[in-house]
Nanobody, 122 residues
């Protein structure tokens, strides 16, 4: 059974940095993609970034391009999200999930970690 555990969240000021970690188990890590989503209060969960562990290709949503960097350590079954120049709008619970990434689509399984809270004060 796939399991994911996020960590690394916290309370920071605008302009600060945080690195989130997603530790995965229960599946062949190198065969799948891992995505970071976030959910702010009163809003829908939205994708932030993902990495395809098969080929290392990455994707970023426009509002984090240039500020966030996703990376994957296949030896540790862990994906990281380096977040720089954080803004108050980045405040949310951040979740990771696993799925299948192809050249034309990304499909995420309904498997989520407990999430990690990121709060950015102005």
């Amino acid at each position: 059974e796939a399991q994911l555990v996020e960590s690394g969240g916290g309370l920071v000021q605008a302009g600060d940095s945080l690195t989130l970690s997603c530790a995965a188990s229960g599946f062949t890590f190198a065969d799948y993609g891992i995505a970071w989503f976030r959910q702010a209060p009163g809003k829908q969960r939205e994708v932030v970034s993902y990495v395809n562990n098969k080929d290392g290709k990455t994707y970023y949503v426009d509002f984090v391009k240039g500020r966030f960097t996703i990376s994957s350590d296949n030896a540790k079954n862990t994906v990281y999200l380096q977040m720089n120049n954080l803004k108050p709008d980045d405040t949310a619970v951040y979740y990771c999930t696993v799925g299948v990434v192809t050249s034309v689509s990304a499909t995420w399984f309904d498997t989520w970690g407990p999430g990690t809270q990121v709060t950015v004060s102005s």
